[in-house]
Structures are given as structure tokens and as C-alpha cells.
């Protein structure tokens, strides 16, 4: 069964920083990508930042470039977003997706190439 669950969401002030993780089981981790989605209340769920297992490549949202860390621990089949200078702008719940795109030439934030998606965690930064 495969599984993706989001984690590490919470009340944060105005600049705070914040880590989530995605743990996943189930399915073969190396081979997929892994990306972060986020959506606010009313608004169309939008892509923030990935990671692809199988070459180490990370894709990051202009928005988010200097502010926000992607990686991936193979060995505990986790991926963590490091969040930093946080702003009320970025309040949302924030999903990890995964997908396969070894040979995908389309849009990595493409919501349907993605086939397992975990539950949101959310994320809230005062102002």
C-alpha cells in the first residue's frame, strides 16, 4: 500500500522558520519524483518545490528561491522542505506528491502527473 504523509506544519510568527517532512512507504522511493504542493482557502493548489530520487535534480518555484530547502534521505524514504523567512503569504496546506517522471518532458508541477498524494499539513504565519 502506498502511503505519503506530511508532517511538521504549525503556527508560526511573521520571518519564523519551519521544517516539513513527507515520510512515504509502499513504493519503489528512488524512482520517483517527490514535490511539494500547497493550497489556500479558495485558491488553486499550486507547486512549491521537488526533488527527483533517481538524479538528485531540485525544482523550486520563483516564489519560494532563498527562502525554502528541499532534500531527500534515501535510507528513511523522506523528503523535507526547510522553510525559512516565512510570510503570511505562504499559510496553505502544504501536500507531497509522488510521480513518475524518469522520461516526463511536461511540467513538473503538472498536479496529474503525480499518482499518490498524502494528506496535508497545515501551515500558518502570523503577520
Known amino acids: 500500500e502506498v502511503q505519503l504523509q506530511a508532517s511538521g506544519g504549525g503556527l508560526v510568527q511573521d520571518g519564523g522558520t519551519l521544517r516539513l517532512s513527507c515520510t512515504t512507504s509502499?513504493?519503489?522511493?528512488?524512482?520517483?519524483?517527490i514535490t511539494w504542493f500547497r493550497q489556500a482557502p479558495g485558491k488553486e493548489r499550486e507547486g512549491v518545490s521537488g526533488?527527483?530520487?533517481?538524479?538528485?535534480?531540485?525544482y523550486y518555484k520563483d516564489f519560494v528561491k532563498g527562502r525554502f530547502t528541499i532534500s531527500s534521505d534515501n535510507a528513511k524514504k523522506t523528503v523535507y522542505l526547510q522553510m525559512s523567512s516565512l510570510k503570511p503569504e505562504d499559510t496553505a496546506v502544504y501536500y507531497c506528491?509522488?510521480?513518475?517522471?524518469?522520461?516526463?518532458?511536461?511540467?513538473?508541477?503538472?498536479?496529474?502527473?503525480?499518482?499518490?498524494w498524502g494528506q496535508g499539513t497545515q501551515v500558518t504565519v502570523s503577520s
Open positions: 506528491a509522488a510521480g513518475w517522471l524518469l522520461d516526463y518532458t511536461g511540467d513538473v508541477y503538472y498536479k496529474s502527473a503525480y499518482d499518490y
Open positions: 509502499g513504493f519503489t522511493f528512488d524512482e520517483y519524483t
Open positions: 526533488i527527483s530520487n533517481y538524479d538528485q535534480k531540485t
